[in-house]
């Protein structure tokens, strides 16, 4: 599978953004997939992830109740809509598959699309 994230952009500090990301090829719904972000001079680091079901999803602590993951199984696209954005969610932005995966931090993700990136002014 492959992955085309976009949406990123800069916003001002308590505003939103929707990143999108397509993914091409077949069998969409039995992809867990997750979101992560890598700030300058700073390791990768998981955001969010959503089950191959659409039942579970996850999030880290730093984005609980500003950050929705959402997935459309038959526009074959997961969604981050980040709400209430602070300056320190400034990164680039991955999203990244694997199949049957739970969405979880820990999971060996196969697949990644390219980065997008938001920045988030104080």
């Known amino acids: 599978v492959q992955l085309q994230a976009s949406g990123g952009g800069l916003v001002q500090a308590g505003g939103s953004l929707r990143l999108s990301c397509a993914a091409s090829g077949r069998s969409f719904n039995v992809y867990g997939l997750a979101w992560f972000r890598q700030a300058p001079g700073k390791e990768r680091e998981f955001v969010a992830g959503v089950n191959w079901g659409g039942v579970r999803q996850y999030y880290a602590d730093s984005v609980k109740g500003r950050f929705t993951i959402s997935r459309d199984n038959a526009k074959n696209t997961v969604y981050l809509q980040m709400n209430s954005l602070k300056p320190e969610d400034t990164a680039l932005y991955y999203c990244?598959?694997?199949?049957?995966?739970?969405?979880?931090?820990?999971?060996?993700?196969?697949?990644w699309g390219q980065g997008s990136q938001v920045t988030v002014s104080s």
């Open positions: 990244a598959a694997d199949k049957f995966a739970d969405g979880n931090y820990g999971e060996n993700y196969d697949y």
